[in-house]
């Protein structure tokens, strides 16, 4: 299913058509596929070139290390993410590695790398689910994170699915619209809460 | 000055050709162009559709705004920056709107859309240099940025401009390979440091 957001104003064709399905196909993800989307997040800005990023990652094709991974989602993503192909979590180192001082943009990069990977997945005609619903504890209990490293944030990789094969509670959420607040409520100039006249017309 | 970056494996052509120059010519940037790299921000995804993300926006349109965001910046980078038509700072609400509370995903989620802001520039022909070095505390205090609120990274944004017109000592970055660890090093399988396999050939 594809559901292409209702912009005001053009933006890439695929920021568009980027979304967070839950009813992802089983048909699994080809390696060569999966490359590129880590390679894209490798080239992402980072605070000094420190590259707070990170990736654990789980495929179908290894089931015992789907489980584990399976295992630290919380129940209620369990459901839906069981038939994802691939699943995927990212790390962020919390301190600089060329002075392992504490890094205070070591999460919003990982985001930037995040979302290189995101869109190049949906440029490959892939979707991805990112989720907070996780155990960062036993992620890094499971995986043997190093103290200075947190896990940040889960993904459900693979091809789009079938909406129609989700439970019923799933299904609202599915098929309901992509809203966000538009950019006069969140660009301002001069003060606080003061709509940027740039972004007015 | 293009900086096509040495790719493992393919990417999308707008990772591919973002960099972050200092070099940035004084060409002023079309509102509509502005209008569209907000909107891209605008679609990213976050934790419970939270929207972590405002941003504040100056122009050289606008020489009394444009110098008071400036000088939110530290000295190291207003001396290149001054001639950026475009500055922005993305600010990170730190609590959930729903229910109040902090929000372990907000610097995450604020990281999302300004990739996505970042990736819609290269697209339209611009270029945006992210800056840790500004003052979060002079942010607030200019713009009355109320309690709860992060300022967290700043951006230069404009079309790209001459390597020759930076001052010497800055020439040698501008001119630099960009580099990263390649995937191997930050995708794991199975326990931490150990490569992935589905990313090894």
Known sequence: MEKIAET????????????????ISHRPVEPEKLRSIFEAARWAP?????????????TQED???YERMLGCLVEQN???????????????PLNMEFDGKP????????????????LQAVDLGLCIHPMAGFSP??????????????????????????PESLPDNLKEAEYAPRTRRPIREFVFTGDWGQTAPVVQE
Chains 1, 2 share one sequence.
Not at 46 to 55: D, K, P, T
Not at 79 to 91: D, E, G, H, S
């Open 137 to 162: 504890d036993r992620v890094r209990e499971i995986y043997h994170v190093p103290e200075g490293f947190e896990p940040i944030t889960a993904f459900a990789v693979g091809y789009p699915g079938d």
């Open 103 to 118: 890094n205070r943009h070591a999460f919003f990069d990982a985001g930037l790398a995040s979302e290189n990977m995101i």
């Open 8 to 23: 005001d104003y053009p933006v890439m064709d695929v920021i568009q058509r980027r979304w967070s399905p839950r009813a």
């Open 46 to 58: 980072s605070c000094y070139n420190n590259q707070s990023w990170r990736f654990l990652v789980a």
């Open 78 to 92: 369990i459901r839906w993410v069981r038939f994802a192909p691939v699943l995927t979590i990212c790390v962020a």
């Open 63 to 65: 089931p015992a290390e």
